[in-house]
């Protein structure tokens, strides 16, 4: 008997991985407008990917590289454009069988499974810098649903557990994969949407067990319904959105205050571009990271200033996902800096699958004053490649509770510095969609003694 999802061996894992990686790669390369001229554009036969570590010489892209003007139409470029001659190539042997015996009978079933694989048909909204829908057909739902099973387990929690969601009712990859879970386990479950009033009245209707709350909210929303005695049953409280240490503490207070002491704080996040949700473990109490699954998702790493492949230490988050048919994101960037990707089984829980650890959510995009995103990684990406510049640090300062903050840049140049300045910017101007805060030429010395956390190796954080 196979295995289940998280307890196969390494051997099997990566002779598994593979296996996805090479028939994803074959399916989005043959049926996706932008991934066929990708291929093209780096010179690689698609054929030529056939394990996960070739598709990490693939060089990772996210949505600006896909739409630079932030055009969300231009993200359709993205959605798999199958027919029944992708279906029959790319579909696994049972599945396929099965579509092929209702074939020779003429069944209207045959179309029914050609159609729940290749055809697009609900969509959630997601992105960093701008909103874009992200294709799912029927198979890809059944995925994200089966995956809602395993996340309850993971968090683990019974068909007995009833849930209150206070994120907002949205098509959002959030909100669309609580829903999921709750149906795939049967359990009972409440989505009043975010409004506090709303909130705590369900929570008196049918007192929850767990507590599923926007992690920049989740103070607000524990403290009402502690004031309102609604959380005499609560065991969980689900923090959306991968809380920091300082969020996961203060969680831990507020619960406290609330008179609240046994129940377990646990992180849940869909990075930008998925469509599951990832869970820390009950038995790790969220110290182990992020659970991923194996046969949906290859996480990987790249160096957040450059997109290279491969720092030893932390950098961006790169996703591809297996199996999904839709919207195909390969090699995609999310934007979210994490300490590591730890592939040893979990020492809390000892499923044996990738584990994300440390992550800053959407930490490479910010939100300046005037409310509009400013992607990072676009200005960086900007400034890697030029000759004039000798050394560049970029300082994301007074970035408060809301996101919003400056963004500023400090070159030192090669050449006459007010000339590489305008040049400088216009190329930002030109991938990023818009000018940074400010750009200042500077000299080594003072470049060397900018204060802040370093995000990446040349990206400060000054709070
Ligand atoms: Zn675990």
Not at 109 to 120: C, L, N, Q
Not at 121 to 129: K, P, Q
Not at 291 to 308: N, R, S, W
Not at 377 to 398: E, K
Request: proline share 5%.
């Amino acid at each position: 008997m196979a295995a289940t999802w998280d307890k196969r061996s390494a051997r099997q894992l990566r002779s598994l991985q593979d296996e996805l990686a090479r028939n994803q790669v074959r399916a989005v390369a043959g049926s996706s407008a932008y991934w066929k001229q990708r291929f093209a554009d780096i010179g690689r036969a698609p054929s030529s990917i056939d394990s996960v570590d070739a598709l990490a010489a693939v060089p990772a892209v996210g949505e600006r590289d896909v739409s630079p003007t932030g055009d969300p139409a231009a993200m359709a470029r993205l959605v798999l454009q199958g027919g029944e001659r992708q279906f029959a190539l790319h579909t696994s042997g049972p599945k396929l069988r099965r579509a092929l015996r209702l074939r020779l009978t003429r069944s209207a079933g045959y179309r029914r499974i050609v159609e729940s694989e290749i055809k697009p048909t609900s969509y959630v909204w997601a992105g960093l810098g701008f909103r874009y829908p992200i294709a799912s057909t029927r198979g890809d739902l059944d995925a994200v649903t089966r995956a809602g099973a395993r996340l309850w387990r993971v968090l683990g929690l019974t068909e007995q557990d009833a849930l209150l969601s206070a994120v907002a009712v949205a098509a959002t990859p959030e909100h669309t994969a609580l829903q999921l879970a709750a149906l795939a386990v049967g359990a009972p479950a409440l989505f009043p949407g975010e409004a506090l009033d709303a909130v705590t009245a369900a929570a008196r209707l049918a007192p929850p067990t767990v507590l599923a709350v926007p992690t920049l909210t989740a103070g607000e929303v524990v403290r009402a319904l502690g004031a309102a005695d609604a959380l005499g049953r609560l065991t969980t409280l689900l923090l959306v959105g991968a809380p920091t240490a300082d969020e996961r503490a203060a969680a831990v207070t507020t619960l406290r205050d609330a008179d609240v002491t046994t129940a377990a704080v646990l992180g849940v996040h869909a990075p930008s571009g998925a469509r599951v949700l990832w869970a820390e473990c009950r038995e790790s109490g969220g110290s182990t990271g992020l659970h991923t699954y194996p046969d949906l998702d290859i996480v990987q790493v790249v160096d957040a200033d450059t997109g290279e492949p491969g720092p030893d230490a932390g950098g961006e988050l790169v996703v591809t996902q297996l199996g999904l048919r839709g919207s195909a994101l390969l090699r995609w960037r999310t934007g979210d800096l994490v300490a590591a990707v730890d592939t040893t089984p979990c020492p809390a829980c000892s499923r044996n699958v990738a584990r994300v650890v440390g992550t800053a959510r959407q930490a490479l995009v910010v939100a300046t004053g005037s409310g509009r995103p400013i992607d990072v990684r676009t200005l960086t990406g900007a400034l890697a490649g030029r000759a004039d510049v000798q050394d560049w640090r970029v300082v994301i300062g007074g970035r408060a509770r809301d996101g919003h903050g400056q963004v500023v840049v400090h070159l030192v140049t090669s050449g006459d510095p007010g000339e590489v300045s305008v040049a400088a910017a216009a190329d930002i101007r030109a991938v990023a969609g818009r000018l940074p805060t400010q750009l200042v030429t500077t000299d080594a010395e003072s470049l060397a003694e900018l204060t802040g956390t370093a995000l990446t190796r040349r990206v400060l954080l000054r709070r």
